[in-house]
């Protein structure tokens, strides 16, 4: 069975697919196994996040490095658990 692509729309979004027919001896059908090859930009496929891109963002947490021992050293986690609900304590600390 020949492969082909396909073009999904999610979320007003274009996504180029390879889809690869295969039958199934369990099921005794034709099942269908879709790869992943980009977002549809101008009838190609480009992939959204390959290595050789430029992140958009990068974020240092350097400067957290020793709030979060200070925090592990006191047990805050520990402490906030008993008084606040356990959804809270991460975005507390």
């Known amino acids: 069975m020949k492969s082909f692509t396909r073009i999904k729309k999610i979320n007003s979004h274009e996504y180029i697919y390879e889809i690869t027919p295969y039958y199934d001896k369990k099921k005794k059908k034709i099942r269908q196994k879709s ?23 990068v974020l240092s947490h350097g400067e957290f490095v020793p709030l979060k021992q200070i925090a592990e050293d006191l047990e805050m986690e520990k402490v906030l658990s008993g008084v606040v609900p356990g ?3 991460w975005p507390i600390l």
């Open 35 to 57: 790869k992943y090859l980009g977002k549809n930009v101008n009838g190609v496929a480009v992939k959204v996040r390959s290595a050789d891109q430029i992140p958009k963002k």
């Open 87 to 89: 959804k809270e304590v």
